[in-house]
T-cell receptor
Framework: NAGVMQNPRHLVRRRGQEARLRCSPM?????VYWYRQLPEEGLKFMVY????????ESGMPKERFSAEFPKEGPSILRIQQVVRGDSAAYFC???????????????FGPGTRLTVL | RKEVEQDPGPFNVPEGATVAFNCTYS??????FFWYRQDCRKEPKLLMS???SGNEDGRFTAQLNRASQYISLLIRDSKLSDSATYLC?????????????FGTGTRLQVTL
């Protein structure tokens, strides 16, 4: 039973390029969450998606960031025109139940470390 | 004020020691509570949920005080392999969705 998969594990981009981060949830999980962890800081919630729906994007920056979770395939976090401040670890988590149901245990992927030069 | 506050440490303890971590949360509407463990440059992993009655899992004991909005984690008989960052996490529902809020973590270093 594979866990949450993320790729790439490491991504290097130059300022102004686009970054696409992929997340495949655990088998049987249809709820996906994206978090960002800046160096020496805690994880910050970005967005919560179910298949084909964005449920809560209150943690997403207003510009340049978008997320999707299509009917088929992985969830994608897309960062357009990256800047140095986007350098961080981006973690995806999945859960089998909606976020509103107890206890909402989330299982994390290994993360994608984005470095913007 | 941060929604979840933890002492960042580091806590340096010898093998076999007992160590306690504290965490406070600011939003009384928080519903569920967890401790996660994060090793250096790895993903967070759920260590245990925290219940009002307190709960124990082997050498780990978690306590919750809703009145004081305070959560603790006690590790007995520390092992070298316990060295990691321990993240206090709270969950709160707004509308139809809920989200996890993470503390910045307390770093533990267990030494010989």
């Amino acid at each position: 039973n594979a866990g949450v998969m993320q790729n790439p594990r490491h991504l290097v981009r130059r300022r102004g390029q686009e970054a696409r981060l992929r997340c495949s949830p655990m088998k049987g999980h249809s709820h996906v969450y994206w978090y960002r962890q800046l160096p020496e800081e805690g994880l910050k919630f970005m967005v919560y998606l179910q298949k084909e729906n964005i449920i809560d994007e209150s943690g997403m920056p207003k510009e340049r960031f978008s997320a999707e979770f299509p009917k088929e395939g992985p969830s994608i976090l897309r960062i357009q025109q990256v800047v140095r401040g986007d350098s961080a670890a981006y973690f995806c988590a999945s859960s089998p139940l909606p976020s509103s149901e107890n206890p909402n245990e989330q299982f994390f992927g290994p993360g994608t470390r984005l470095t913007v030069l | 004020r941060k929604e979840v506050e933890q002492d960042p440490g580091p806590f340096n303890v010898p093998e076999g020691a007992t160590v306690a971590f504290n965490c406070t949360y600011s939003n009384s509407a928080s519903q569920s509570f967890f401790w996660y463990r994060q090793d250096c440059r790895k993903e967070p992993k759920l260590l245990m949920s925290v219940y009002s009655s307190g709960n124990e899992d082997g050498r780990f004991t978690a306590q919750l005080n809703r009145a004081s909005q305070y959560i603790s984690l006690l590790i007995r008989d520390s092992k070298l392999s316990d060295s990691a960052t321990y993240l206090c996490v709270v969950r709160r529902t707004t509308g139809t969705a809920s989200k996890l809020t993470f503390g910045t973590g307390t770093r533990l270093q267990v030494t010989l």
